[in-house]
């Protein structure tokens, strides 16, 4: 199987098995009935087939049904809650067009971190019944690779093999919780799609092109409002140069420090006025005239864009960039922050001059445990403009606190004359300075209040 889904999500329903409803109508004459261990009790779950996996026009093994059931729990549960070291069984039902168990067939349970947390033969694991009914159990412990950045990340996929060696795949299938299924549909990459069709029977169809997948829910009891996660303590941002950008090659500016500026002074959020402010040392001599930067979103989306020369000083080899713009919606979701800034040294937007990311600890953490792709930096920065290349396999990224500052004001050239002195803030409206006084200029809100700096 193409495991593009440690991050991706859906390999099971998908829009096209939608569109084969006859299934529906046969769930109630599936198998056996389930003993009580094999209930969902776990609420909030989401299951579908693995996205683009290849492998599907393949499979034999329609998916009907997917029970989830956390053997260590006393009482419904939403999946933030459970933890790590209790015992889950998955019971997978549906129709198969295989007659019998084979002898060599084999499972593996895969956890979004990446890696197998379990695997099995499927003589211990696979019944199948007269009119090709099938269900698959399966049992592993809950580990810590299982949750993203937060315990509202949770998934893992089924991957059934038909013959040895982990070959001939009859299905895979992935359980995620909704937050996870949110969280992919919004990347571009991988898309959440499923190249074949479902025709509920154990016959797939390979589609001419990949449809959207459908995540269906788990049926389950209903819980008690999840439990709050602990307020954590404000994080840090970090930045680090873009991973694996080929055009590193072409740097000329060593970043020293990076700073995120905020309008209103209480960290971030989407809506947000900012400026990113870096600092560095660079080999270029003067401000390329046609050279452009370009902010970009968590989701890959242009977010600003401008002329360097409006942003940029350069003296003594040392550079300055002051970057305004405003926070977009799509640089956040749950934990995750991250956006990043390209700077082009010629028109077009080519020839890059640096590029970095800046990005939340949990959106960090997440892309360091990803397999794939890895979270490497192509070029090592020697310092002074100067960087070298390290690909193809590339060096871990390392990443540097972006502390936030407040807004610096903007005052008028007057304000700085000796005969200009700021009379008293009449209406107590005016940020103060140390000393107490009305900072200038001030506009006083609404009412009768005059202007506080005239």
């Known amino acids: 199987m193409l495991r593009l889904c440690a991050l991706a999500t859906a390999c099971l329903f998908l829009a096209a098995y939608a569109q084969a409803g006859a299934i529906q109508g046969s769930l109630g004459a599936l198998v056996s009935p389930m ?60 129709i198969t067009t295989m007659s019998s168990v084979p002898v060599s067939g084999s499972y593996r349970i895969y956890a979004l971190k990446g890696g197998n947390i379990a695997s099995g033969t499927l003589t211990d694991a696979l019944e199948i019944t007269t009119g090709g009914n099938f269900k698959l159990t399966a049992q592993f412990a809950v580990t810590d690779a299982l949750f993203g950045g937060s315990k509202q990340l949770f998934e893992f996929g089924l991957d059934v093999f038909q013959q040895g060696s982990g070959s001939d795949e009859g299905m895979c299938i992935q359980v995620e919780s909704e937050q996870y299924v949110e969280q992919v549909k919004q990347k571009l990459s991988p898309p959440f799609d499923f190249m074949c069709k479902d025709n509920g029977d154990g016959h797939f169809d390979l589609l001419p092109s990949p449809v959207p ?17 602990p307020t954590p303590a404000p994080a840090t941002l970090q930045w680090y140069y873009c991973p694996r950008d080929p055009g590193c090659k072409t740097y000329t500016m060593s970043v020293e420090s990076v700073k995120l500026a905020d309008a209103d002074n209480k960290g971030y959020a989407a809506g947000d006025h900012v400026k990113v402010l870096a600092k560095g040392s660079t ?18 989306h242009n977010t600003a864009t401008g002329l360097l020369s409006s942003v940029m000083t350069l003296a003594g080899g040392k550079f300055s960039l002051e970057i305004p713009f405003i926070l977009p919606q799509d640089s956040f979701f749950g934990d995750d922050f991250e956006f990043g800034i390209d700077v082009f040294q010629d028109k077009s937007g080519t020839n890059e001059g640096m590029c970095i990311e800046v990005a939340s600890p949990a959106y960090i953490t997440q892309e360091r445990v990803k ?54 803030d009449t209406c107590s409206c005016c940020p103060k300075n140390p000393d107490g006084s009305a900072q200038c200029p001030c506009l006083c809100g609404g009412g009768d209040c005059p202007r506080c700096c005239q």
Request: net charge negative.
């Open 213 to 229: 997948i459908v995540a269906f829910d788990v049926a389950a009891p209903t819980c008690l409002a999840p439990t709050p996660a």
């Open 35 to 94: 003993n009580t261990n094999e209930d969902t009790n776990i609420c909030g779950l989401k299951f579908n087939y693995c996205p683009m996996d290849p492998g599907c026009k393949g499979y034999t093994m329609s998916v009907h049904d997917i029970k989830v059931h956390d053997d260590d729990a006393t009482s419904p549960l939403n999946v933030s809650d459970v933890t790590v070291g209790s015992k889950l069984t998955v019971t997978v039902t549906g």
């Open 371 to 424: 397999l794939s792709p890895p979270f490497v930096a192509y070029c090592t920065d020697l310092g002074g403009g100067h960087f070298k290349s390290t690909m193809p396999q590339g060096t871990p990224e390392v990443t540097q606190p972006v502390p936030i500052v407040p807004m610096a004001r903007s005052v008028p050239s007057w304000i700085s004359q000796s005969s200009y002195k700021c009379p008293t």
């Open 283 to 300: 080999t270029l001599k003067s401000i390329p005239p046609s050279g452009t930067y370009r902010v970009y979103s968590m989701q890959g």
